[in-house]
């Protein structure tokens, strides 16, 4: 097996998405959505140990998920690559303690729901990035990011380093450290040299990284002139969003009185 399709690559990056989405967007509805869980009542009118409760058991759940699908592409890959290996095996999700620090760290910089949300949506994905890189850690594979669509500066830079073995070094803990929310992103694996995702091309993420001289600050600045519209637009778009739902909560109220 020489490569993987792109059409195959972004059928796994799409479910991985849908996981960590669900769960973002859940998490948001209950504690925002006029009819949710806490019937838009917001942080503060929430207890912080069942916010954080709720907020576990969503991770749990669809990080569950995520780890399943990034084992079955473990598996495929190695299969098809004719590499003896013992199966994937799934990442732990992370634990209530884990969760707790992750989502009050967020929290306290931001109250925001969509920025609070995506909280929930990073540490499911991160559960299916952790599968991939441990157990190609545990069979001496190499691991490569491969990025998505309007990639950032932080996930061209981590493209350009092309496919590497896998090192304690790679991971702190146990985990993935990078990964950042809303991000399209994902390790991909392989177990010789033949072997590449198709589309993906390090040497074009490291010509971006060279010209920029390796400075983050510059290649984000030249990310958001090139892609300004499209940022403002999304922005737009979630502000309208979050005043809907604000609207919907106040006629309810309204209603009720």
Known sequence: MSSMSLNEWVRYRNILKRLSQTAADEFRDAVWGTGG??????LDGIPRDELISYAYALVTKYGEGSAAVACQLYDE????SGASVPPAMPAETPSINEVAKALNGTIKVSENE????????????QVGQDTTLQNALRDGAEAAWIPSGDTCAFCITLASRGWQHVTKKTLKNGHAEHIH??????????????FNVDGYDPDTY???????????NTMRRDFYAKNAEKINAQKRSAYAKRQERESSAAEELNIGN
């Open 37 to 42: 869980r806490w019937n838009a009542v917001g």
């Open 181 to 194: 929310a809303n991000c399209d992103c994902a390790y991909g694996v392989r177990f010789d040299s033949s």
């Open 206 to 216: 490291l010509g971006i990284y060279n010209e920029a001289d390796g400075n983050l």
């Open 77 to 80: 890959i190695a299969e098809l």
């Open 114 to 125: 969509e920025y609070v949300s995506s909280t929930v949506g990073r540490l499911v994905k």
